[in-house]
């Protein structure tokens, strides 16, 4: 009988490169808010290149890409945070996601069966649900698991954080701090913290 893991690693990937950007900061204050026995290593996609299967046939797959691959193969679940970019999904993530699921037969490893959970943050008013639409044929194409039982969608994110990095309001996190509960026991069905 196998035992429960006294602790599930989760990758938190950033859809945007920028400094201050508003999904990095919702993951990192996400850090603060995960139940017992959780960690959460939160990742960019500095450094990875535009895919280009010429580069990909002459060096391969980048060694950024082959780094974020393994850690996500690693971990027991993956936490996507998106910006949302004219209504849909940022050229840049799904960039990146493309890079991960090559080559295919590393798809399996990487992705079958995966723990994914979308966030986002906006200032805009729709809270980049607009966006998570938006990667839900992704999230089918890897064939993940994806996580729908709750919704983070963190709008007038200009205003959200204070100072110190924490979300300025109590109850965004707490609507935050439960779909981390939530998504721990989507990833472990049963385990401690269900
Ligand atoms: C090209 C472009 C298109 C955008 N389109 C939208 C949009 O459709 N909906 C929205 O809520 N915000 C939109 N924004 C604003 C982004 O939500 C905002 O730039 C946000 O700060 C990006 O996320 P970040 O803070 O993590 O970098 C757009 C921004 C850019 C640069």
New binding site residues.
């Given amino acids: 009988v196998a035992t429960a893991p006294t602790t599930l690693t989760l990758i938190g990937i ?5 400094r ?7 993951l990192q204050a996400a850090r603060g808010l995960l139940p017992a026995g959780t960690v959460l290593h939160v990742r960019t996609l500095h450094g990875i290149p535009l895919y280009d299967a010429d580069l990909e046939a002459a060096a391969g797959i980048p060694p950024e890409v082959e780094a974020l691959k393994a850690e996500i193969a690693g971990a027991h679940g993956l936490l996507i ?1 998106t ?6 999904l ?1 050229g840049v993530l799904k960039n990146a996601l493309d890079w991960l699921s090559r080559p295919p037969q590393d798809v399996p490893r990487v992705f079958l069966g995966k723990a994914v959970g979308l966030l ?9 649900a ?2 998570q639409n938006a990667w839900l044929p992704v999230l089918w194409a890897l064939r993940t698991r994806p996580f729908f039982a709750e919704r983070i969608h963190l ?1 007038g ?2 205003q959200a954080f204070a100072g110190d990095g924490s979300l300025a309001d109590p109850a965004f996190a707490a609507r935050l701090r439960q779909y981390l509960l939530a998504f721990r026991a989507h990833v472990q069905p049963g385990g401690a913290g269900s």
């Fill in positions: 950033s859809g945007s490169l920028r201050e950007s508003f999904n990095t900061r919702l945070a910006p949302e970019y004219n209504a849909s940022p986002g943050a906006t200032p805009g008013r729709l809270g980049t607009l966006a709008a994110a200009d």
